[in-house]
C-alpha cells in the first residue's frame, strides 16, 4: 500500500495505472447519498482508457446531484463558460468507444455543438447505496445507459468515481471536487 502523500501526487497529476487506480480507491472511505447532493467539478484520471481526455475536451464540467431521484450526470460548458446538463445518447457513447476520436483542443468547437444538441433539464440518473469491490457506497446509476458510477472519499469535498460500463471491461476514473462557490 503506498502512502497518503503518493495518493495525493495521483490525484494532483491526473495520470496513473488502473491498478495503482483501483488500490487508491479500495482505500478511500465510502459516502452516503446525501454527501453527494451539490454541484461538483471533474476531471479524468488518465489510466490509458480509450476515452482519457475525450471529457476534457468536449468542455465538461462535473456532475449535479439534486436528491436520490434526480442527477444530471453530464454537465458541460457552452461558449460563453455557462454550465448546461446534456443527456446521454447510448449509440453515441457506443460510437466514441469504436472510432479512433483525436484528443486534441481544435475539436473542442464541434464537441461543444454537439453536447449542445442534446441538451436536456431532465433528471437522467438517480444515487443508491450499492456494494462494489467490497464496500457499500454511494452510486449513480444512468436511466439510459448500462453504466453505474461509484464514489469513494478522497475529502470533505473531493471525491473519487468509477464509471463500470457494461459495454467495455476497462473502468474510467475520474475525480469530482465539490463547488462550494458559484
Not at 502523500?5 to 491526473?14: A, C, D, K, V, W
Not at 431521484?69 to 468507444?97: C, G, S, Y
Not at 449513480?140 to 461509484?150: H, R
Request: hydrophobic share 40%.
Amino acid at each position: 500500500m503506498e502512502t497518503l502523500e503518493n495518493y495525493h501526487l495521483i490525484l494532483n497529476t491526473g495520470n496513473t495505472t488502473t491498478e495503482k487506480a483501483l488500490e487508491l480507491f479500495d482505500a478511500l472511505e465510502p459516502v452516503n447519498l446525501e454527501f453527494m447532493f451539490g454541484l461538483w467539478q471533474g476531471s479524468g484520471l488518465h489510466t490509458n482508457h480509450p476515452i482519457d481526455g475525450l471529457l476534457e475536451i468536449s468542455n465538461w464540467y462535473g456532475k449535479e446531484f439534486i436528491d436520490s431521484e434526480n442527477v444530471h450526470p453530464l454537465l458541460f460548458l457552452d461558449n460563453q463558460e455557462k454550465i448546461f446538463r446534456v443527456a446521454p445518447n447510448p449509440t453515441l457513447m457506443d460510437w466514441v468507444l469504436k472510432l479512433p476520436i483525436p484528443k486534441n483542443k481544435s475539436l473542442r468547437p464541434l464537441l461543444v455543438s454537439m453536447n449542445y444538441l442534446m441538451k436536456t433539464d431532465n433528471s437522467q440518473a438517480r444515487l443508491r447505496m450499492m456494494e462494489y469491490r467490497g464496500r457499500v457506497s454511494a452510486t449513480m446509476i444512468y436511466d439510459y445507459l448500462p453504466i453505474n458510477d461509484y464514489f469513494r472519499k478522497v475529502d470533505e469535498n473531493t471525491v473519487l468515481g468509477i464509471m463500470d460500463y457494461k459495454n467495455l471491461p476497462q473502468l474510467y476514473f475520474f475525480i469530482l471536487k465539490r463547488v462550494v462557490n458559484l
